[in-house]
């Protein structure tokens, strides 16, 4: 079978609910080719509002329609969302608390060669330090599914992160524990935690298998819900290991390593150990060829993982 | 004088190469916007790999960063580096040659990408000039969809507030952008009226791809004082190959084996032509 990209269920979800609801209204900034919402402005037209490339107007317009009871998804390259529309997320998004879901698309790195312009490496910091605004990073289409089905009953501004290409499964079909705004637990062990979310929660995953056969037993929690963050999930999964790693696709400063070095730090010490891309322009190429470079792979993480053990 | 005409169809030709060989590139928008490049590079600007350090020498911003595949086969040709390196390494992992402009690189002022920068940064590089009494001009590329973005319009204010005469704009007005028609995307066909309406000099290019009438409305810009000029430089996408021309979808594409022979072929017919004038 083919897979899926996060991006692409997210508008299957939006174009079912919209068929139903018709103040779902999805939003695009001359992004609907690359967010796979084409289905969307196809299929519900009068529920599509295009803004040209225009980010900031985007947010603004999904604010004021929100303001007058629609529900406006917002999708636009999670680089752009995030930062050139920064403000109108904080203060017309976040702070008037209008119910408006800023689906961020191909974040990370997931635009390779494109250039640091591109990525979107800031995103969990910047937008988990406005009050107000939530932010998640699903994992897989199954997880995404998940999420977004809840999603769609709130009416609190969200921001939601996902990859451009289809990533491998984390979970399987008729087995994709989920409850929201709670970690999921992939595994325990009483070594190593390893926390994760987005796209690093399957070679996260992976990584136990290996250290697994080497003798070394990991947890692994899938932190999909970055902001509220489930620290009762961390705490549990830290106080029963000897150490943590924290893996995700962001910049090492203020994203899910630091919020996790918090919330260990505070409530029960031990080492904690962040793997994430560098403070500086990416490497040039494809996000695996980025990946494997900064050892963001299932070896790199339990080599990592045994380093803090030692 | 070299034979500019040609010149722009050799480029394209590098970048198809580029493209090609790095299996990625936006393809339509380094068409359409070859000529604009091959004139302002060989003919009005004073730059060159030698007087990069001279604060007196003229400036250049490609607001439009996608189209770097362009940019970066003017800037070989001008000797800023080796046209074959950027073939053999663009968009490969480790690669300097990465899909939009870097200043890392000789000849690259500033880095851009996220559209709506470039005008405004211009601004401020043509404010600079002012202040210092100098006599270099600037000069910034622009996507007809990019000026959506209202940094554009802040950056539009200020340089006709200023009296920006040493800045001259240029948009790309191909008439597409990812999602199709500019004109159903955004609609903004009163494209003239409004910059002129923000206190700009607009000259309307008939042929964009025409370097004749490009030279003549760039001459013509430096003739204007107390005002910025903005050239609404009427292009076709694609420019080169009937394979690419005016298709929304090879905004960003790489062509097939079928493709690319007649692309190749287009491009050369039509540089055997421009060569015999
Ligand atoms: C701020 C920002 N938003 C979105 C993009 C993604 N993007 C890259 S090219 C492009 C379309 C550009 O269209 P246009 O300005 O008409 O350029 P051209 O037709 O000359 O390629 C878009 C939306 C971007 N690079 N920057
Ligand atoms: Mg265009």
Known sequence: ??????????????????????????????????????????????QFVETGIAEQNLVSISAGLAKCGKKPYAASPACFLSTRSYEQCKVDVA?????????????GVSYGALGMSHHSAQDIAAMSAVPNMRVYIPSDHFQTECLMKELIKDEKPAYIRVGRNAVDDVYEEG??????????VICEGCDVAIIACGEMVKPAKDAAELLKAEGISAGVVDMYCVKPLDTE?????????????????????????????????SECPKKVINIALPDAPVITGTSKEVFDHYKMTAEGIAEKAKEALK | ME??????????????DMIVEGKAGHIGGDMSVMEILTEIYFDQMNISPEN????????????????VEAYYAVLAAKGFF?????????????????????????????NSGSLGHGLPVSVGMALAGKMDKKDYRVYTVMGDGEIAEGSVWEGAMAASHYKLDNLCAVIDRNRLQISGNTEDVMAHDDVHERWSSFGWNVIDVADGNDIDQLKAAF??????????????????????SSVMENKANWHHKVPNAEELEQIRKDLAERKEAARRG
Do not use: W
């Open chain 2, 82 to 110: 080796d046209i074959k390196d950027v073939i053999a390494t663009f968009s490969k992992f480790g690669s300097q040659f990465i899909g939009h402009p870097n200043n890392k690189l000789p000849g690259i002022e500033m």
């Open chain 2, 52 to 67: 990069m350090d001279d604060p007196d020498r003229d400036k250049f911003i490609m607001s439009k960063g996608h189209s």
């Open chain 1, 175 to 184: 087995n994709v524990p989920f409850e929201m705004d709670k970690a999921t």
């Open chain 1, 233 to 265: 999930a961390i705490v549990k999964a830290a106080s029963g290991a000897k150490a943590v790693v924290t893996v995700e696709e962001h910049a090492p400063f203020g994203g899910l390593g630091s919020m996790v070095s918090q919330v260990v730090g």
């Open chain 1, 1 to 46: 079978m083919a897979k899926i990209a996060n991006k692409q269920v997210i508008c299957d979800i939006l174009v079912e609910a919209g068929k139903k609801d018709k103040d779902i209204v999805a939003l695009c900034s001359d992004s609907r080719g690359s967010a796979s919402f084409t289905g969307f402005a196809n299929e519900l037209p009068e």
């Open chain 1, 95 to 107: 702070y008037s608390n209008t119910n408006v879901k800023l689906v961020g698309i191909s974040g």
């Open chain 2, 219 to 240: 001459d013509a810009a430096k003739e204007v004082k107390g005002k910025p000029t903005v050239l609404v430089a009427n292009t076709v996408k694609g420019k080169g």
């Open chain 2, 3 to 16: 034979n500019l005409k040609a010149l722009a169809y050799e480029l394209r030709e590098n970048v198809i």
